[in-house]
């Protein structure tokens, strides 16, 4: 059975700077045409939905956002029936998307392994949860989020009482890989997907999980001279050594700006829902990308050592406390980036959905200072 449209009422986001209604109108395009382009006739590896066609449903609701028309609300909906129909009751009687491991972890021994993604079940729980914020609660897609993509996963959930606790990966991949903790850049999929579903349902179960997940993120950040480091992943217990003293996985900072924007934001998601992280530690994020990520035109990981090539350690979460980091992710030479790219349909469409969301609508359900 379909979802029944409901949809609150909202008013268009009144843009009067040129260059962004260039972005905006480009955006719109994107978002209505990839939309309503996707087809889901067969899901062979359940991880890509997480980065690439979730990404794109997540753009009609933007568009929804940005304008009021109910049309992308509608778009949205059609899409996900499609790729609804596409779920499947896999092995461990949870329903889902399941199909095979993605090349780089994929097992030899289990090469005709069904499996399905965390990354993929919990990032359609943020999707589909903000959905059900703008079109209102649809049982039918509760039952799938809270039965079956939440509640699979708590066999890779281990609480670590006092530091938190992690998910854990799929048992399935390759030994290199399976069951490890975590990254913390994946773990904030986890922390946003079920602080969306917390705001449609009221039950605070959810934020106390992600609560839980926030607590080993601060944890593992360490204190330096009134800012914070931290690596891109920790071992949390056992299931991560490879061998005796040996750990599974490399340790060190964050190499990506988009993982250390991402571990960040789900820093911020949770001071802004008023558990684990309080405006101390906000500044502490701040001093780190002020007094070391960011320097001028040059940009560095969280240790100081500089970043790769490319790659702009800026965290868009942070732009509310600050007006520099505002300005320069939404005014100059950003501003025109986004103008030169607005044809393509990532850069001017997944990319310039986060943008404009930044710049322009505040999250529901959420305030920036929390009692």
């Known amino acids: 059975m379909a979802a029944t449209l409901l949809s609150i009422a909202l008013a268009a986001v009144v843009i009067t700077d040129v260059k962004d209604q260039v972005i905006r109108d480009k955006f719109l395009g994107h978002a209505t045409n990839e939309v309503r382009s996707l087809t889901f006739q067969d899901v062979p590896e359940p991880e890509t939905l997480c980065w690439v066609q979730f990404p794109k449903l997540n753009m009609a609701l933007t568009a929804y956002e940005l304008t009021g028309d109910a049309t992308h609300l509608q778009n949205f909906t059609n899409a996900f029936e499609k790729l609804r129909a596409t779920v499947k009751k896999g092995p461990d009687g949870f329903l889902g998307w399941y199909g095979r491991s993605a090349p780089t972890l994929l097992d030899p021994a289990k090469s005709n392994a069904v499996i399905s993604e965390i990354q993929t079940d919990f990032r359609a729980v943020g999707v589909l949860s903000r959905y059900m914020e703008l079109a209102g609660k649809q049982p039918e897609y509760l039952d799938l989020l809270e039965n079956h993509l939440v509640a699979k996963w708590e066999k890779s959930f281990t609480d670590l009482g006092e530091h938190g606790g992690v998910y854990q990966w799929n048992t399935e991949y390759l030994p290199a890989k399976a069951g490890i903790t975590l990254s913390h850049e994946k773990q904030a999929i986890i922390i946003e ?35 914070y480091v931290w690596n891109f992943w920790d071992p949390a217990g056992p299931w991560d050594e490879a061998s005796p003293g040996k750990w599974k996985h490399w340790l060190g900072t964050e190499p990506k700006e988009m993982w250390y924007a991402a571990t960040v934001r789900s820093a911020v998601l949770l001071f802004q829902h008023g558990v684990v992280f309080d405006r101390a530690d906000i500044d502490r994020l701040l001093k780190t990308q ?41 005014t100059g030479p950003r501003q025109d980036e986004r103008v030169e790219k607005a044809d393509n349909w990532w850069h001017g469409g997944i990319l310039a959905g986060d943008w404009l969301q930044g710049k322009y609508i505040k999250p529901k359900g959420i305030h920036e200072n929390p009692p």
């Open 193 to 227: 997907g079920l602080l969306n579903l917390y705001r449609v349902t009221g039950k605070d179960a959810y934020r106390q999980r992600a609560a839980k997940l926030g607590m080993w993120l601060k944890h593992c950040l360490q204190l330096k001279e009134g800012r």
């Open 290 to 330: 002020l007094e070391v990520c960011w320097q001028g035109d040059s940009f560095f990981q969280t240790d100081g050592n500089p970043a790769q090539k490319g790659e702009r350690f800026i965290a868009p979460a942070l732009a509310p406390y600050n007006l520099g980091i505002f300005e320069y992710l939404y």
